[in-house]
């Protein structure tokens, strides 16, 4: 074999010619198909120089088909939720309800009254939208959002604590996510982390002793994706709040959820918005795409005198909510202040109060629709227990209801590859060599996806 050469690579402007031609790059523009053909000969020079490749042309169009695929295929499109976690964070965490739509389109597709105050014929405000709304929900004196509640915390910090000491629990030191860590928030936002009690318990008197003319705020976190048991003691908001205002510092509640709806009745222990707010606490933040079901968005909700600095904080404008998701935030909080049953028409809300019958009788319709297959893959419905919070509602495992797959013709992992592979992706998990189609998370209207997807499986 000869010794491989960069000069072996075809000039730019011949490898582009013969790609051209080739109907997997019929719909890239010109331009887009220099620039890889640019880039990937440039990196395969490289690799020749160092001896680590040669030139061959089949397997460089096959690394740029590959590349092209990328620009080519749509990639943030719609999944099946199979997996029973409501709230799944890699999965978009909340799907809208449906009187979002229509709405949302009429307002992105066009011009939209975001900041302009019709009555007066002036500039308005964006928070203008949802004021009324949340005062009404939250019982708090006013309210307003941002992107996310990560944002909500910092800006809230930030505004009110930078270069002060902020008083936390040694025990509510999170982190939510690989990406939201309490303590590097805080030092963030300019604020001076103290902790105060122990990893199992903390009192009021620690916060007590610990406060200081230097101290700006205390923060109470709720520990969203993590209990502590066992021999444990914390304070109550309550309490704090008394004590916060006894002693002229603000607290503040991270309540990371943040529920609008009481799902107590339905085994699920969350703290609702109105509670903490009606505790005294002087600022609460939560999410906007979590229990509450809506965009995702950071909600701040409290007391005026302080909501009016942090709406005044230059970093608010760096933070903003943007006008398609304030739109549907709007809509959504209106199904809580208009709508009798609100858990009827926000889709978290209707996934997570589901009877188990209700739940029984959907996994009896999805099997029925998938015994079409049965020469291939035994399905059969099972009783499952699945979180359906994801990290938002810990030690919540309920009972659920799966149609459990278990194809004759191939190995399970390969089921799941292919199904998550389809044109619609549809996301499942294995448990105990089947693969499990938790219902709670998927649609009626999805069903004909499902078995679309194994007719592709099985009989392509
Ligand atoms: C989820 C969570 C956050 C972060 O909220 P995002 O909306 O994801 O930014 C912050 N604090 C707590 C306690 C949470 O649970």
Not at 347 to 366: D, G, N
Request: proline share 4%; with cysteine; aromatic share 4%.
């Amino acid at each position: 074999m000869t010794k491989a050469s960069p000069r072996d690579i075809p000039s730019i402007e011949v490898l582009v010619q013969k790609l051209s031609v080739i109907p997997s790059f019929a719909e890239l523009p010109r331009a887009a198909l220099t620039f890889l053909v640019r880039r990937e000969s440039a990196l395969l020079r490289k690799e020749i120089l160092k001896g680590k490749s040669r030139w061959n042309e089949d397997d460089f169009a096959q690394v740029l088909k590959q590349k092209a695929r990328q620009i080519l295929q749509l990639s943030l499109v719609k999944a099946v939720n199979a997996t029973g976690v409501v709230l799944h964070t890699n999965l978009g965490r909340a799907p809208l309800a449906k009187p979002c739509f229509d709405i949302l389109r009429r307002a992105s597709e066009s011009y939209s009254t975001l900041e302009y105050d019709v009555e007066n014929g002036k500039r308005g405000s964006r928070h203008a939208h949802i004021g009324e709304l949340l005062k009404v929900l939250c019982g708090a004196e006013d309210g307003f959002a941002v992107n996310n509640n990560a944002a909500a915390v910092l800006l809230v910090l930030n505004t009110l604590a930078e270069g002060k000491e902020v008083l936390i629990s040694r025990g509510e030191l999170v982190e939510i996510g690989a990406s939201f860590r309490i303590p590097d928030i805080m030092s963030k936002s300019g604020a001076v982390l103290k902790e105060v009690g122990t990893t199992n318990k903390t009192k009021l008197s620690d916060y007590e002793k610990a406060i200081t003319k230097n101290t700006g705020m205390i923060l109470k976190v709720h520990p969203s994706n993590f209990r502590i048991t066992g021999f444990t003691q914390t304070v109550e908001l309550k309490e704090l709040a008394a004590l916060g205002v006894k002693r002229k510092v603000a607290v503040m509640e991270d309540l990371g959820s943040g529920c609008l709806f009481d799902l107590k009745p339905y085994g699920l222990a969350e703290p609702l918005v109105t509670e903490s707010v009606k505790s005294g606490a002087a600022v609460v933040t939560f999410s906007g795409d979590k229990l509450l079901g809506g965009p995702q968005a950071g909600i701040i909700a409290g007391k005026s005198a302080y909501l009016e600095k942090i709406k005044k904080n230059p970093l608010a404008r760096a933070l903003r909510i943007d006008k398609l998701s304030l739109c549907a935030l709007e809509n959504t909080l209106r199904i809580y202040a208009l709508k009798e049953n609100p858990q009827d028409e926000i889709p978290v809300l209707q996934m997570l109060t589901a009877s188990p019958s209700r739940l029984h009788e959907k996994a009896r319709q999805l099997a029925e629709t998938l015994q079409i297959f049965q020469s291939v893959v035994d399905a059969r419905i099972e009783k499952v227990s699945s979180l359906p919070g994801g990290g938002s509602l810990p030690d919540a495992a309920v009972e659920s209801y799966a149609v459990a797959l278990h194809p004759r013709t191939m190995k399970v992992n390969q089921l799941e590859e292919k199904l998550r592979k389809n044109i619609v992706p549809v996301i499942a998990r294995i448990e105990k060599n089947r693969l499990l189609l938790d219902v709670r998370t998927v649609r009626e209207e999805e069903f004909g996806i499902i078995k679309h997807a194994l007719d592709v499986v099985f009989h392509a």
